[in-house]
């Protein structure tokens, strides 16, 4: 069974940053792709970010387009949201996901697996 394990949030002021971690147990697909969605509640599951199997590729949602990068170490298991010049409208709780297929995917449906979820509070 494929586990996803996030680490790394918290509260943080308007403006400060906060690096989100999640370490995969096992693979899906040596070439599988990665993501980072997050939640408000009583919305939808919203795309933050994803990256291919080599981290050559991302991609990001507008919102979080040059504040947040993605990034992953295959010898780890593990990927990486750097979130930085929060914002208030930030505040959700961050997943990350694993595929087995190939490349990026940007719905919740794309992906297979899904870690626990990690709380961001950004205050104003």
């Known amino acids: 069974q494929v586990q996803l394990v996030e680490s790394g949030g918290g509260l943080v002021q308007a403006g400060g940053s906060l690096r989100l971690s999640c370490v995969v147990s096992?693979?899906?697909?040596?070439?599988?792709?990665l993501g980072w969605f997050r939640e408000v509640r009583g919305k939808d599951r919203q795309f933050v970010a994803a990256i291919n199997w080599s981290g050559g590729s991302t991609y990001y949602a507008d919102s979080v387009k040059g504040r947040f990068t993605i990034s992953r170490d295959n010898a780890k298991n593990t990927q990486y949201l750097q979130m930085n010049s929060l914002k208030p409208e930030d505040t959700a709780v961050y997943y990350c996901a694993s595929r087995g297929a190939v490349g990026l995917g940007t719905s919740v449906r794309d992906y297979d697996y899904w870690g626990q979820g990690t709380q961001v509070t950004v205050s104003s």
């Open positions: 096992q693979r899906t697909s040596v070439r599988g792709g």
